[in-house]
């Protein structure tokens, strides 16, 4: 957000459809004109570049672990 000037609310449904690498834009959909287009710098479209391509989302969440796994992050320790 800091990046792009976007709000959460703009950049939350944005799709890989909507990046587009060729031209360093993105469109999302604005509250007041309906949508709007920024530039990406190169350091923006590198980091989006980079960024796993799980869903049609860019922000998507990472799969849901399964039941009954733990990390040792998750593990607390009583002392």
């Not at 039941?67 to 320790?77: E, H, K, L, M």
Request: hydrophobic letters at 40%; aromatic letters at 6%; charged letters at 25%.
């Amino acid at each position: 957000m800091l990046l792009t000037s976007a709000r959460r609310e703009e950049l939350a449904p944005l799709r890989w459809e909507d990046v587009d690498f060729q031209l360093n834009s993105m469109t999302i959909k604005d509250k007041v004109d309906g949508q709007r287009v920024i530039p990406l710098t190169p350091y923006v479209s590198q980091l989006l570049a980079t960024l796993p391509r799980r869903s049609d989302w860019v922000l998507a969440a990472p799969p849901p672990r399964p039941a009954g796994s733990w990390s040792r992050a998750s593990v607390t320790t009583r002392h």
